[in-house]
């Protein structure tokens, strides 16, 4: 027994000897982000850029959800048909050109679950029946127009062109994967239907042939309406705004009368 106290004694005696010997571990370092030296090192990289260094830009650093700076340098726009330019800076509007395939996207997928739409589904009975659209198209689903996978290999995405195309049908039948605008673009013809079919078909019918200008523009305010109400307003900001324009939207804005509209053909 008394052995056993002499070794158990022992052993405590060198584990404390040992712990003794541990120096604390000093804390890891905390680094911290320097909106000033951010944006210095942007500045210093946009200006190597020497063969595509652009005439003007614009960047805003966020730090904890709050703006911590801004940078503006340049020009944003330049018209031979007037004197100087247009500066640029924070609040210019810009054109968020093929960015609203997302937005536009995100639209499609909302209506497709209220509507038990799934991704195999065609799209024909979306389509306005005033186009008369040939079963090649009416068969596209809605996976393939998502994915680029359509036949469809036009970048006009104006609605004359979207008309000529689903009375000629499809470029490519083989339906290879073909990045192309009118894929999203026939979307900004189909949402009105999906958003309220029933009442979208019976202005439709009232307004085609005799009025059909007055239709399409009417399809393009519906689309930029949801986009606002329903995709703009809860994910990003009441700031953001767009206005319907007489195909579709140009540029995303801060508010107020400078409001543009999204363009999802570009």
């Not at 911590?68 to 100087?84: E, L, N, P, R, V």
Request: proline share 5%; aromatic share 8%; glycine share 6%.
């Amino acid at each position: 027994m008394k052995t056993l106290l002499t070794k158990a004694l022992l052993v405590s005696i060198t584990l404390i000897a040992a712990s003794s010997c541990i120096k604390d571990k000093a804390p890891n370092p905390v680094k911290k982000f320097n909106p000033a030296t951010f944006k210095e090192e942007l500045k210093k990289n946009i200006s190597k850029l020497a063969v595509t260094q652009p005439r003007g830009y614009s960047f805003v650093i966020s730090q904890n959800g709050r703006v911590a700076d801004t940078c503006s340098m340049g020009i944003a726009s330049f018209s031979s048909a007037k004197a100087g330019s247009s500066p640029m800076h924070p609040g210019k509007e810009t054109n968020v050109a093929s960015v609203t395939k997302v937005f536009t996207a995100v639209a499609v997928i909302q209506l497709m679950k209220k509507n038990g739409i799934e991704l195999d589904d065609s799209i024909g009975q979306w389509l306005p029946k005033y186009f008369n659209a040939v079963k090649a198209v009416k068969d596209i689903t809605f996976r393939q127009l998502l994915t680029h996978r359509s036949g469809i290999s036009q970048s006009a995405g104006k609605i004359e062109f979207i008309k000529q195309m689903a009375l000629n049908g499809l470029d490519n039948p083989a339906k290879p994967k073909d990045y192309a605008n009118m894929n999203f673009a026939l979307f900004r013809v189909m949402i009105p239907y999906m958003i309220n079919k029933s009442a979208t078909q019976q202005i439709e019918a009232s307004l085609v042939p005799e009025k059909t200008a007055t239709f399409e523009n009417w399809l393009s305010i519906q689309y930029v309406k949801y986009l606002q109400d329903n995709v703009f307003t809860p994910s990003v900001s009441r700031r953001r705004c767009a206005r319907p324009g007489p195909d579709c939207a140009q540029a995303l804005g801060e508010g107020g009368k400078h409001c543009r509209l999204l363009r999802t053909s570009t």
